[in-house]
């Protein structure tokens, strides 16, 4: 039972990291940019 438990809780962080990660995409594309422009 607990490596069912085990197997959540990391799907989960998963799904936040995956979440983190798309949400902070915007950013870094921008900050690519105005350092490829500068």
Request: aromatic content about 14%; charged content about 20%.
């Amino acid at each position: 039972m607990a490596d069912v438990a085990d197997r959540a809780k990391q799907q989960q962080d998963h799904e936040q990291s995956f979440i983190g990660s798309l949400f902070t995409l915007p950013f870094r594309f921008a900050a690519v940019m105005f350092l490829s422009l500068g």
